[in-house]
């Protein structure tokens, strides 16, 4: 078994699980509200919550990273424009 350093699994995984909870809610929110928003943006939330999942499973502190920076884009609205039609 592969250890991890302290920094992985004391401050990225928690991080990523409190992201992964709020994508988790996020995603079940876009989908129960039918047609109020775009499949490319409910796209982008299933895309960003695989990446949240993915990272936690692998452990690596990059991936972790930059899938939370992916959903925090997301949640940001910065991509709005982009997943609106």
């Known amino acids: ?49 695989a990446a949240l999942v993915l990272g936690i499973i692998v452990k690596r502190p990059i991936g972790i990273l930059l899938s939370g920076l992916f959903y925090l884009l997301i949640l940001s609205g910065l991509l709005n424009p982009l997943l609106c039609c």
């Open 1 to 49: 078994m592969k250890k991890h350093s302290p920094r992985t699994e004391h401050y990225y995984i928690p991080v990523a699980l409190l992201l992964l909870n709020s994508c988790l809610i996020h995603v079940l929110f876009a989908l129960s509200a039918g047609n109020a928003f775009s499949g490319l943006y409910k796209a982008a939330l299933g895309a960003g919550l």
